[in-house]
């Protein structure tokens, strides 16, 4: 009982922060869900992007490394239908070279996860609200991987 009630406690204070603030937990000070191509590009530097981009079409770009709070991540930008929905950081390594525990950090800034899945080999994460993550660690002989995918959950307009 204990537990649903301090799950119950974090519900409102999480619902209660911007999306668009929750970006700037990964070091993204600067970015917001819906941003264009063109706005990410002057916001972020060492965004470029990935092959050419047609009008109407869905862009996607990127920044080789990100760093934050000691990791080091490929940044994916995923613009459908012009407009900044979804990221996914992806580790060099793994996010175990981090100056922190990267799923007791992400429970610190978005609340607890709702759903843990462990497979033979990797172990999924998720949590959800207004922005939503899932974080991936794979291990496969002994080469492990890190992804964090975080996307703009609210419901359109």
């Known amino acids: 009982m204990a537990a649903a009630l301090l799950l119950l406690a974090a519900i409102p204070a999480f619902a209660a922060v911007p999306p668009e603030e929750h970006l700037k ?9 819906g941003m264009t191509a063109a706005d990410l590009e002057k916001a972020v530097t060492g965004v470029k992007p990935v092959g050419p981009a047609e009008p109407g079409h869905d862009a996607h770009l990127v920044k080789d490394q990100q760093v934050f709070y000691g990791c080091k991540a490929r ?8 407009k900044l929905s979804d990221l996914t ?10 100056d922190v525990n990267m799923v007791a950090y992400i429970t610190s800034e978005y609340g607890p996860t709702y759903d843990v899945i462990q497979g033979n080999t990797d172990v999924i994460f998720k949590w959800r609200g207004p922005t939503g993550l899932i974080f991936t660690t794979t291990a496969i002989e002994s080469l492990f991987k890190g992804t964090i995918e975080v996307f703009d959950n609210r419901p359109a307009p």
């Open 89 to 98: 950081l992806t580790a060099d390594a793994d996010f175990s070279t981090c």
């Open 25 to 33: 937990a990964f070091g993204l000070d600067a970015v917001y869900w």
């Open 75 to 82: 940044v994916d930008f995923n613009l459908p239908r012009g």
